[in-house]
T-cell receptor, first 112, second 113 residues
Framework: ETGVTQSPTHLIKTRGQQVTLRCSSQ?????VSWYQQALGQGPQFIFQ???????GRGNFPPRFSGLQFPNYSSELNVNALELDDSALYLCASSSPSDNEQFFGPGTRLTVL | GEDVEQSLFLSVREGDSSVINCTYTDSSSTYLYWYKQEPGAGLQLLTYIFSNMDMKQDQRLTVLLNKKDKHLSLRIADTQTGDSAIYFC?????????????FGTGTRLLVSP
């Protein structure tokens, strides 16, 4: 059974640029959630995708958007990057019948 | 409201027990979780407890839940240096059509030999 994988592991961008982060869910999981973890903080919920639709969103602006594909992998896109977007971005996969969310290793984004 | 609080730091000696505490505010939480994060890594699920339980034991880990006071604790028996990490408490919030996790700011556990 393959766990949750994310790519890339690290990324450096400049203010105003756009970024795409990728996540492959654990085998058998059709739900992907994205979280942002700023330095020294706990993860904050960005949004969740289920069957290729966004079905829940946290307190993040519209420049944070996502996609889910038929194989349940997912992308997080951030437009017009700001310095405060520098963080570890975590994705977690789960299934609706499951009480557990399994996290990937994260992508560390640095915005200069 | 949705707020989870934890103490920031705990230091213990190898072989001692560690107790990490957490308080949460949302009384509708269905499950409460403990995750471990090592430097530069993602989150590892350690254990979780359903909100109608008082206690759950899993090998060296014991979770206690006081639902009346909205207080959760994680006890690690015979703490080892490999247990040094940041521990996050999280509550599961069920909204219309989806479930999200609300995390505390984490407790850094340092285990000295």
């Amino acid at each position: 059974e393959t766990g949750v994988t994310q790519s890339p592991t690290h990324l450096i961008k400049t203010r105003g640029q756009q970024v795409t982060l990728r996540c492959s869910s654990q085998s058998g999981h059709n739900t992907v959630s994205w979280y942002q973890q700023a330095l020294g903080q706990g993860p904050q919920f960005i949004f969740q995708y289920y069957r290729e639709e966004e079905n829940g969103r946290g307190n993040f602006p519209p420049r944070f958007s996502g996609l889910q594909f038929p194989n349940y992998s997912s992308e997080l896109n951030v437009n017009a990057l700001e310095l405060d977007d520098s963080a570890l971005y975590l994705c977690a996969s789960s299934s609706p019948s499951d009480n557990e969310q399994f996290f990937g290793p994260g992508t560390r984004l640095t915005v200069l | 409201g949705e707020d989870v609080e934890q103490s920031l730091f705990l230091s213990v000696r190898e072989g001692d027990s560690s107790v990490i505490n957490c308080t949460y505010t949302d009384s509708s939480s269905t499950y409460l979780y403990w995750y471990k994060q090592e430097p530069g890594a993602g989150l590892q699920l350690l254990t979780y407890i359903f909100s109608n339980m008082d206690m759950k034991q899993d090998q060296r880990l014991t979770v206690l839940l006081n639902k009346k006071d909205k207080h959760l604790s994680l006890r690690i028996a015979d703490t080892q240096t490999g247990d040094s990490a940041i521990y996050f408490c999280a509550e599961s919030i069920l909204n219309t059509g989806f479930q999200k996790l609300v995390f505390g700011t984490g407790t850094r556990l340092l285990v000295s030999p």
